[in-house]
């Protein structure tokens, strides 16, 4: 019988466990909850230590002490417990010690999106692109810091004072950043991005109205036909889920290589090979960054490099890629418009410490970028692509764009906003390209008509 069974056990069938709500708290006070947790991980500290949190310790042996602890409290306890309270004591302290606290329901809440640790006793979510408040919070700092221990450890990262800043992942791919004092001032600070366990497909996007129809089919032909895609926008408007929503038209034949940060990426794809980037350790050696991984993927025979995120030196090394016959990668960068999206390329570029002339670079960027797709968080929280943007060429020190699609900003209505995509009327140059490489896409796709 597996654990959750068997704390099910302690109650009867209608009073099964159920999720910690966001909101109030069952009947029971509080400081009630706190002192029974205490004394459950009193007792587990007395049989077994430290190992207990220190993740030293095979599951099954754990879950049985873990159960033993809190039968054994719960029996001790003269406090008038009903069965719903003892199951949901028990569901919360194998929270703590087996998972992530007071987080657990909300991670297992669907329609949350993002979580918001301020400080201990402060925590927010993001739902249907709102802030809310929740009356959940940690015992005190130290179960938030030992939380946050846990999670950067299962991926191989570390967190203290010498090195108080970490970027990682769940289980699921869900984006972790933690913040420790003295750089958190008023204690430690975690955020927590949550991918969905489904991943989006272009589908989800155009029903969501984050794109459309024509446009995804023009996206679609664009990654199919091996052109180089940037994808700009500023931090949490979706970038991420644009980018596994078109690495998933990729054809299963071919071999991939995603380079990332922290691992994020859910492709479906057959031959994926998946390289993540690793910080220093405690002597400040052994750190690889992105740009080491760019130039080591040029020697795996990669068809195609997906880059999670260019935010330093290795954009050079990924406009040599592009340059070098790998067509068909594909990345993202953080900027406003796609014409501040090259701008901030051809400073990382700089960040390689090659005096190079901005000439140069800029026939880098104009030769190696094909399409640049932004995206945007509107004032209502929904996320859209506002443009895409098709490099021309390079007139005098200037890189040409034109707008293929561009969203149109019709009205807002209670605060939400209204529009949709609208093709700008103009043909691509690249529909000769995409030709070559077996990709018919029709003229239609870019008449003013689709938008209407």
Not at 6 to 32: F, M, V
Not at 247 to 274: C, K, M, N, W, Y
Not at 381 to 394: C, N
Request: aromatic share 4%; proline share 5%; charged share 25%.
């Amino acid at each position: 019988m597996g654990l959750a069974e068997r704390l099910n056990s302690i109650s009867p069938p209608q009073q099964r466990l159920a999720p910690t709500p966001t909101g109030k708290r069952s009947a029971i006070a509080r400081d009630e909850y706190s002192s029974l947790k205490h004394d459950v991980h009193e007792q587990l500290l007395q049989a077994l230590g430290q190992q207990a949190y220190a993740g030293q310790m095979e599951q099954r042996v754990l879950e049985e002490n873990v159960f033993n602890a809190i039968q054994t409290v719960l029996a001790k306890s003269n406090k008038p417990l009903s069965t719903v309270d003892r199951a949901r004591i028990s569901q919360e302290i194998i929270d703590d010690i087996l998972g992530n606290g007071p987080l657990e329901p909300l991670l297992r809440d669907p329609d949350i999106t993002e979580i918001m640790v301020n400080r201990a006793d402060s925590i927010f979510i993001e739902r249907a692109g709102r802030l809310h408040a929740t009356d959940l919070r940690f015992s005190d700092e130290d179960h938030l810091r030992r939380t946050i221990d846990r999670i950067v450890s299962r991926v191989g990262r570390r967190i203290d004072e010498a090195s108080p800043m970490v970027d990682a992942r769940l289980p699921d791919g869900s984006r972790v950043n933690a913040v420790l004092p003295p750089i958190a001032l008023d204690g430690c600070s975690l955020t927590i991005r949550k991918f969905a366990k489904d991943p989006f497909t272009a589908k989800d996007l155009v029903t969501m109205g984050t794109l459309s129809r024509a446009a995804t089919d023009v996206l679609e032909a664009c990654v199919r036909g091996r052109l180089n895609v940037l994808i700009s926008g500023g931090t949490g408007s979706g970038k991420t889920t644009t980018l596994n929503v078109m690495s998933g038209f990729i054809p299963d034949d071919e071999r991939i290589v995603t380079v990332e940060d922290a691992a994020e990426l859910q492709l479906s794809q057959p031959h994926v090979l998946r390289l993540e980037s690793r910080p220093a350790n405690v002597e400040g050696v052994g750190q690889v960054t992105i740009r080491d991984l760019v130039r080591n993927t040029l020697r795996m025979r990669p068809d195609r490099i997906i880059v999670g995120e260019v935010r330093d030196a290795a954009a050079l090394d990924m406009l040599q890629a592009m340059n070098t016959g790998h067509d068909g990668s594909l990345s993202t960068v953080h900027a406003n418009t796609p014409r501040d999206a090259l701008s901030r390329i051809e400073t990382m570029v700089l960040m390689a410490g090659m005096d190079l002339p901005v000439r140069v670079i800029r026939e880098q960027v104009a030769s190696a970028i094909n399409l640049v797709v932004q995206q945007a968080r509107m004032r209502d929280g929904s996320r859209h692509i506002t443009q895409i943007s098709e490099i021309t060429g390079l007139e005098g020190d200037t890189i040409l764009m034109q707008d293929l699609f561009a969203f149109d900003y019709n009205a807002e209505d209670r605060g939400q906003t209204m529009g949709k995509m609208v093709a700008t009327g103009i043909t691509p140059s690249f529909t000769d390209k995409l030709a070559d490489n077996g990709v018919e896409l029709s003229p239609e796709h870019f008449r003013l008509p689709w938008g209407k």
